[in-house]
């Protein structure tokens, strides 16, 4: 476990060391600022240097505390609610790249989908909003525009199901493993990120006795 928190804190100071440094530099940019309207422009890219760091520092505290094993206490919570607030939180950048996203109701018979609609988990839910949002995001990401997103949850004995399926171009099989690892990013991947959005996945559903697996596209 020592080891584990070691080599998470040198990954993380790792990590933080290029927005800082775009950060000073930016502040530098703003002292040297000769006028009113480059010094507008110096805070501007500040202002956007912060908007990108801070999301990071969210997400590099998170995954710290559930490989910590630290957190708030685990209540019981409806699932479908927090896959709802999820998919609203993904929804304005699905809707810019035209992306149809939404809740995907495969069941026919209505008990079952009641059943679904009603699913508790015992949980975190800041924890599992995350999980969920990562999830969606990812895909959004990833799927050319005009594609499709969905999401779907499902009752499977004692278990809950859920799905993410989206019409991009998927993982190749080499790459289904290495995706979860922290800070890894598919060789000539299109969308940006800091590799942690999957990690981030893994550790939450670890620390839920959740299981991941990942499919054909």
């Not at 422009?41 to 630290?70: C, F, K």
């Not at 949980?123 to 594609?147: E, F």
């Amino acid at each position: 476990l020592i080891g584990t928190q070691r080599q998470l804190m040198l990954d993380l100071s790792h990590e933080l060391r290029s927005p800082l440094t775009a950060l000073k530099l930016q502040v530098h940019g703003l002292a040297r600022a000769p006028d009113d309207e480059a010094r507008l422009r110096a805070v501007q890219r500040l202002d956007a240097g912060i908007e990108r760091a801070t999301p990071l520092v969210d997400q590099l505290l998170l995954l710290a505390r559930q490989q910590d094993g630290a957190g708030p206490a685990l209540r019981s919570l409806v699932l479908m609610d927090v896959l709802r607030l999820a998919l609203a939180d993904v929804a304005p950048a699905a809707q810019q790249q035209r992306i149809d996203l939404g809740l995907l109701i495969t069941e026919t018979d209505a008990a079952a989908v009641k059943d679904a609609d009603a699913a508790t988990v015992h949980g975190d839910v800041n924890a599992l909003r995350m999980l969920l949002r990562n999830l969606l995001d990812n895909a959004v990401k990833y799927t050319p525009a005009g594609g499709r997103v969905d999401a779907s949850l499902q009752r499977q004995g004692a278990s809950v199901c859920l799905r993410v399926e989206d019409s991009g171009p998927g993982i190749a099989d080499a790459e289904r493993e290495r995706v979860f690892d922290r800070f890894y990013r598919v060789p000539g991947a299109a969308a940006t990120g800091n590799g942690l959005g999957l990690a981030i996945v893994r550790a939450i559903a670890e620390g839920h006795d959740g299981t991941l697996e990942i499919g054909r596209s």
